[in-house]
């Protein structure tokens, strides 16, 4: 999967969990929780999402390398190989 | 027994009759959901409390019922052929007196929404305001049907700006977007003027009913969670994400623990102090569209802390996908709040009258904190309590958070 495959897999994603972002732009280097206001809840319903859909599970002690959308393109794309 | 419409809630008068989950001659069991029920706070699941067999159905769908109207017979074991007979006469002389034209399925039998229409200029009670706003989404919810032709966007965009699709439709060719239904709200409102939405009258007159009867005290202490946290941090780390525990079932866990050793908090003041056996906590969620609900946590004191967990998601699925029961939206005996996620550091909520105490917890926070004689970082949260003055004392506060602190230093035995 390419960086742009990851990216697009994530947005969709982040629309399902919170639709009322559906279409919009998903700032790249903001704090997700914060921009997006998705509170903890929805943030491990959204790593529960890509678990699925890209077959990698952040455990808890990364959250901190996946809080931004920047971030967890990398992330996915590291961790996929 | 007859079934009338429920109150869902101490601040609900009215009900729209969404949709039958019946029909004639449906077995039912206690718990079943019988109904559909649109309250300002999106649409309930209304259980039935015995088991019984539906014998005749008068409510209408789509139509708005006060509180306590009868809407069906179910015949339980209790009924006889004699009560069942006098409860038919009753409930269609109830349906008959009230009956809305035949054509009129749509048309509403709460009063004041007529009247709203009536003396739309005049000043308005909370009240009318909150059933004036269920009135009219009922109102477009019907007419969508017939022949208003718009995206769902729209009307829901519509319902929240109070705009009316059947004169927008007359000024709008073609299908009606949610772009038509804001443009034409900039229009009728000034900035800052809009309408607000039933919601926040619900509230509005709950809370203010609260502050005006309730002689609130607040106590609040800080708590060193970082124990609890990397407990909850190795076990999550043995397990796969779909069943990880989040922080906040932790402390709801917790608080239900604490409140099985101080049963005061838990429960009602209906003109003297009434505890509650069962710990059914109202836990405050946000939903997508503004406003917050408190749903009961049914039979937390039952749950482990797995199953606190599956039951915070249900809560939270529900509340946001506008599907709780009625159940949920009744039976709470206590709120818990976490404005955790919003980053502040404590809260003193308003409690939810007849409950007599909310517990709150702010967000988790490194702290200095004094370990022996030297100074650490702890992660720390700051808890508190709003206590009804009537039903309790402060000393019965502290004892609840000296015991939340204690059982939150020694979090496995939550499990």
């Known amino acids: ?81 | 027994m007859i079934y009338k419409m429920p109150s869902l809630g101490a601040d609900m008068e009215s009900g729209i009759l969404a949709e039958w989950k019946v029909k004639e001659g449906d077995r039912l069991k206690k718990g079943d959901v019988i109904a559909d029920i649109e309250t300002s706070k999106g649409i309930i699941e209304a259980e039935i409390y015995e088991d019984g067999t539906v014998e005749k159905i008068v409510g209408k769908e789509g139509t708005e019922y006060p509180v306590g109207t009868p809407l069906a017979v179910v015949r339980t074991e209790k009924d006889d052929d004699e009560t069942i007979r006098k409860e038919l006469a009753e409930v269609e002389a109830a349906a008959g007196g009230e009956a809305p034209k035949e054509e009129g399925a749509a048309e509403t039998v709460f009063p004041s929404s007529e009247k709203e229409e009536q003396t739309a200029s005049a000043p308005k009670s909370a009240a009318e305001e909150i059933f004036g706003a269920i009135a009219e989404t009922k109102d477009e919810a019907v007419q969508e049907v017939g022949r208003i032709r718009a995206t769902p966007l729209a009307r829901k965009r519509a319902r929240e700006l109070g705009i009316d699709l059947k004169e927008l439709a007359k000024r709008v060719r073609g299908k009606i977007s949610a772009r038509d239904v804001e443009e034409v709200a900039r229009q009728l409102f000034k900035p800052g003027a809009a309408k607000p939405d039933a919601m926040r009258m619900a509230i509005a007159a709950a809370m203010s009913r609260s502050n005006a009867e309730i002689p609130h005290y607040y106590l609040s202490t800080p708590i060193d969670m970082t124990s609890a946290l990397s407990w909850l941090r190795d076990l999550n780390a043995k397990r796969s994400i779909k069943d990880r525990i989040l922080p906040a079932a932790l402390m709801i866990r917790a608080v239900v623990e604490a409140l099985k050793e101080v049963p005061e908090l838990n429960g009602f003041w209906k003109e003297g102090p009434v505890p509650s056996e069962a710990i059914h906590p109202g836990i405050a969620i946000a939903r997508r569209e503004g406003g917050l609900i408190t749903p009961a946590m049914i039979d937390a004191h039952k749950m482990n802390l797995d199953e606190t967990m599956q039951a915070l998601s249900d809560l939270i699925t529900r509340t946001r996908g506008g599907k709780l029961t009625s159940s949920q939206m009744t039976e709470q005996t206590v709120t818990i709040t976490n404005l955790g996620d919003l980053g502040v550091e404590k809260v003193f909520g308003v409690i939810y009258p007849p409950q007599v105490a909310l517990i709150g917890f702010g967000r988790i926070m490194e702290r200095p904190w004094a370990v022996g004689d030297a100074i650490a970082v702890r992660k720390v949260v700051e808890a508190s309590i709003a206590g009804d003055h009537r039903a309790t004392d402060g000393r019965t506060g502290a004892l609840f958070l000296a015991k939340l602190d204690k059982i939150l230093q020694n979090p496995e035995e939550l499990l």
Not at chain 1, 17 to 23: C, D, K, L, Y
């Open chain 1, 1 to 81: 999967m390419t960086k742009e495959e990851i990216k697009k897999t994530i947005v969709e994603a982040i629309y399902e969990i919170a639709p009322e972002h559906e279409g919009e732009e998903i700032p790249e280097k903001e704090n997700l929780q914060e921009s997006l206001e998705i509170d903890s809840y929805d943030f491990l319903n959204l790593l529960t999402a890509l678990a699925e859909k890209l077959g990698v599970e952040v455990p808890e002690e990364d959250y901190g390398k996946v809080d931004t959308l920047e971030h967890m393109v990398d992330y996915f794309s590291n961790h996929m190989k």
